[in-house]
């Protein structure tokens, strides 16, 4: 049995839980939106817990970042303009920003303090927050995206927490639609859509409900991450056109070091498993 | 904090840890070899625990199952005769004889009361068992291998427990080298190799001495694997001869039922991560 040294997330339903063993205990603090954890972990460096979900480890979080950022923005054509909304640990933004083609790339995450203690606890991935192309905003993404005008961005990228709490209307047909009315012409969201192992119902909604949107060219992506349930996360690209082959000449020739991410594992991320496969395939 | 009603495996290192919330305790004994739990879950059916270290379950073996058997089996030219070293569950060999080209399956597993509690708490795994292609041996593997005739086998299956206790022998040169000796000319070995994320240093060394021991063309394979320690597991294929492509065609029109596995998906386990294949790089 594991005793009080370490942390715990259980994953209802599932009933299977994830545990790291704990060092210390660095920070806690409610902030208006969330209770936040940060702990210096025995074998995974730092890890930031949300609401009792473990979020980000110094260890593991280059998959995450890597497959949420360059899957998309080696599918579309020529990325200038990026938003992320969520991803307040800054990551996802350092990863957009080794892509020369970005001019702009905003980050709007509702929750300040995140930033904040992710530039203190994970340096590393607040390494670019002073690029002169990188903005961070701290206000509430699906206003922003609902407020914002037609034509403004080529990729949403939608680093968000699970579907539950303020992250709940980020799964919503409107939030897409209002995606949909910002999104250029080839623009696309992508969005982390959980475990197809734990969750695969409600990948099959939100696939429904980016296609009623509009944002009906789908490719969900599968890949590892230790941290979140069960081990295998995936990411959906829901695009406004229909979807090429992404740049693989690019992706081969890429410019910019990566952990896991290369041409071969963005190919490979795209492999959809039979059984989900089948189920999606029942579902239109 | 978990109570007594989970099972928790820690893996000693990364100090993570994966639990199972229990319904019930069905088994326990200490074999002559080592000591066999049976729990149901509330999540993932049935559970097998030996010597402390989560084995099987009902609702995530698929993965391992079909990743140790198919992605061998459409790489050989012509599969006829098949060894299972381990796999005492049986849900390897049930895979094995999916395949019309095998004439002979033999599972070699030291222990008998691994079978024979899969035979009641995995009867889906053991369905194959009687097909009269198949043989059930209860004795040492290692042996085995190392008494058989040249040219016996074209594909060896090692799907043992972690490389301490009774299966750290099938992880040295020397076993590789029988291998080497029993095998056709076209024959090749897939062996379970932990996970790349907690294990990389014995993945290279596993490698290596393949290599050393004739088995020089390699092939790691990677897959989601929700029981296993970070969750993502690997397979390396070691073969005599050069590894051609995979026999895609047979693979895309192959006439049985999977739930993880199909062409996409083995091409998809192919592509090497970006560190695996620099840390791999640095050993040659």
Redesign the interface.
Known sequence: ????H?F?E??P?????????IKNKLHAEQSEFQYLEIYE????GNLMVIDGCTMVSTR?NFFYHEMMSHTALFTHPAPKKVWIIGGGDCGTLREVLKHDSVEQAIQIDIDERVTRLAEIYFPELCESNNDPRAELKFIDGIKWVKDAAPNSVDIIIVDSTDPVGPAEGLFSEQFYRDCYNCLTPNGMVIQQSESA?FHLPLIGEMRDAMSHAGLSHLQTL?F???LYP???WSATIASKAELAEFRKVDAAAKTFA?????A??H?????????F?QAMAKRA
Do not use: R
Request: hydrophobic residues 45%; contains cysteine.
């Open positions: 049995m594991l005793d009080a370490w715990t259980i994953v339903g599932a009933e299977s839980a994830f545990s790291l063993k972990t025995e074998g995974f593991d192992l599968f590892p991450q230790c069960s081990g295998w990566t952990v896991y991410y290369n071969d594992i190919q490979a991320a795209l492999a959809q498993p039979e059984f496969k």
